[in-house]
């Protein structure tokens, strides 16, 4: 497996909820993100959330472009995250057949870590000629 790493800035802007929504139906958020380090590009995705107290789950699609390993392409990850009481459970996976470009077959897991308020990444994944 090869290894990337580095941090994102992010920006979550409320989607808006249907006017007929009920009150406790969950919230949909669209997500921008800028990528630096081992992997240079933007992120775009959308991502459904309900929490409750200290409770809650989010479900996500992120469309990632740019220059990985000097390859240029891009490549979707769906993002699945539980909370509860305050425990976080995070998985996400590179979406198999995503890959486009030089980044075609790729595959792998993405761990993401938020440290004094930064968001990091590392990027197990392989590519086909692995």
């Known amino acids: 497996m090869r290894r ?14 249907p006017p007929d929504a009920r009150p406790d139906a ?6 921008e993100k800028q990528y630096t380090g081992d992997l240079k590009g ?7 959330a309900m ?4 409770s809650g789950a989010y479900v996500a699609m992120e469309r990632i472009r740019g220059n990985l390993d000097a390859r240029d392409g891009a490549f979707t990850v769906v993002h699945r ?3 509860d009481a305050g425990v ?4 996400i ?8 470009g030089a980044l075609e077959g790729i595959a792998g897991v993405y761990h993401l870590t938020i440290e004094d308020g930064v968001h990091h990444y ?9």
Not at 42 to 48: D, N
Not at 122 to 130: F, G, I, S
């Open 51 to 54: 929490m409750i107290e200290q």
């Open 81 to 83: 995250g539980i909370m």
């Open 93 to 100: 996976t590179i979406v198999p057949g995503s890959g486009t």
């Open 42 to 48: 933007a992120g775009e995705g959308e991502m459904l």
């Open 26 to 31: 969950p919230g949909r958020m669209l997500i």
């Open 4 to 17: 990337a790493e580095g941090t994102f800035q992010i920006r979550m802007t409320p989607a808006g909820s």
């Open 88 to 91: 976080h459970e995070l998985s």
């Open 122 to 130: 590392v990027l197990e994944y392989r590519l086909p000629d692995d």
